[in-house]
């Protein structure tokens, strides 16, 4: 697959996004202090991105990495379901999508940072990121 960093995207997202990042949530504040202005080993990541159909928390372009944080919504069926599809659609673009429950941002923020960390890396060496 030919990689780029250009990805479609519903443009009726682009508003809905811009609110999201005005009004994010506690756990993606928390995370956003750790990810941001390439403090993640040395990557730009992005918040609320449209891609496709779906808009993901967080999003690293150079990687293809996207980050997810669920709330108590996600335990119900529904969400469950359109989380997969969001997954599926990120997959077809070559993104990989790592999740994180609220809490593990709350509580045990320093292995939610590993488990990017160590990802990031990984994927660095995939693509060949210095």
Known sequence: MKRTN???YNSNLKEKARKLRNNSTKSEII???YVKGR???GVDFHRQKPIGSYILDFFCPSVYLGIELDGYTHHFSEVMRKDK???EQMMSYGIRVIRFWDDDVYYDLDNALRVIEITVEERKQKFGVK
Request: glycine share 0%; with cysteine; aromatic share 24%.
């Open 85 to 87: 599809f969001k997954e």
């Open 39 to 41: 403090q993640m080993c």
């Open 31 to 33: 995370l956003w202090r």
């Open 6 to 8: 250009i990805f479609p």
